[in-house]
């Protein structure tokens, strides 16, 4: 008997935050890892194009996927040892990633407060190196457990290994985009102390009168400030940042300084400058603009949303709408952030 539900022409509207109506040729929820196994030696499923799902909050649907949905709802979390500094935390992928950074502040552990409320699963959390409010996790990331379908085999992962960058790691690259992250382990310290380098979430706990705040607190500033700043997708289709903050060069940075005087940029410890996407679009006059279904967000122009009905083609045409205007007054090539499929 097989170890897995194999669904055919299965509907991942239910399953991505953009609510873009596209269908899987073959789905399969992942459970166990001796599912995952199973379904990759299924000779009728073995040699399709596979594409790994998690909270769907990061996709693009552009078309319908030919090919095998690997859903994974891997369920588990706990605390598994501990060192001098640190206490080691796992989640299994399919977790929920917001339920999971409450859960270590439950268990009296800081470290994941800033990035509270991102949506998405534990399993996908490392591929961009989720970030926000001055933290990523590659601040505090122990290591994972990847399924090579190549091998049919487990293998644990270092933070050295997964390459982490802005926004980056090696599982978006040749050597690492086959891998099927299984579940993650964190080290979070036993000494903590609260990281308010971001200015709005130091303001935001400062103008709450706290002025030692715990782990807790920031995580409670941080989902009121995400709340008045970000659409909820469960009402409003969307997949958060829709670009990249682009890196350009000291001396591109100066030059456009001297065109921008008012350009917001940040210094990074390379010499490069990160500019504010969401400034250039909004500079550019998108900002709550609409084309056909598809529009920005009126509160924050890094956000593209779905308003109703808008197919994959609709939020690409957007995109490249808004590419084009930023690319002509500033000379930057704006980058997405969500995976197209
Ligand atoms: C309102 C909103 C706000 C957001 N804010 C932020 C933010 O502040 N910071 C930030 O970094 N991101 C943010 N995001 C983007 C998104 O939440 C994260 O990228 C998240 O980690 C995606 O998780 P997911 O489970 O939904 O992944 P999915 O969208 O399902 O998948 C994303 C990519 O990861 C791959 N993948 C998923 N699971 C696995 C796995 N187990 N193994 C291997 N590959 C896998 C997929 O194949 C795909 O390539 C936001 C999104 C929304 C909608």
Not at 280 to 290: E, M, Q, V, Y
Request: aromatic letters at 8%.
């Amino acid at each position: 008997m097989r170890q897995f539900l194999d669904q055919q022409n299965f509907s991942l509207l239910p399953f991505n935050t953009f609510r873009i109506e596209a269908r899987a040729r073959h789905y399969v929820r992942v459970e166990q890892v001796d599912q995952l196994a199973a379904a990759l030696a299924d000779p009728a499923l073995a040699a399709l194009p596979r594409l790994v799902l998690g909270g769907g909050s990061n996709l693009l649907l552009t078309q319908d996927f030919n090919g095998l949905v690997l859903h994974m709802a891997l369920a588990g979390k706990a605390i598994v040892g501990e060192d001098a500094g640190h206490v080691l935390v796992r989640a299994s992928a399919g977790e929920n990633w917001h339920g999971f950074v409450q859960y270590t502040l439950e268990q009296g552990l800081g470290g994941l407060e800033n990035l509270s409320l991102i949506p998405g699963t534990v399993g996908a959390a490392p591929i961009q190196n989720i970030g926000a409010y001055g933290a990523e996790i590659k601040d505090v990331f122990h290591s994972l457990t990847a399924f090579d379908p190549a091998t049919g085999t487990l293998r644990e992962m270092r933070a050295e290994e997964c390459r982490f960058a802005y926004r980056d790691s090696v599982f978006k690259h040749a050597e690492g985009r086959g891998l099927i992250i299984v579940d993650v382990t964190f080290a979070l310290p036993k000494a903590w102390t609260p990281n308010l380098r971001y200015a709005e979430l130091a303001q935001a706990v400062a103008a709450d009168g706290i002025t030692a705040p715990t782990a807790r607190q920031i995580s409670d500033a941080v989902i009121a400030v995400r709340r008045r700043k970000l659409p909820d997708p469960a009402e409003i289709g969307n997949a958060g940042s829709f670009f990249k903050n682009p890196v350009v060069s000291g001396a591109q940075c100066a030059r456009l300084l001297e065109q921008f005087p008012d350009l917001v940029h940040h210094a990074q410890a390379d010499g490069t400058e990160k500019l504010a996407a969401g400034w250039l679009i909004d500079r550019c006059g998108w900002k709550g603009r609409n084309l056909g279904p598809a529009g920005v967000y009126p509160k924050q122009a890094l956000v593209l949303v779905n308003n109703g009905g808008a197919r994959g083609a609709d939020i690409v045409a957007l995109a490249k709408a808004i590419q084009a205007d930023v690319q002509a007054r500033y000379g930057v090539l704006l980058e997405p952030e969500p995976v197209f499929i």
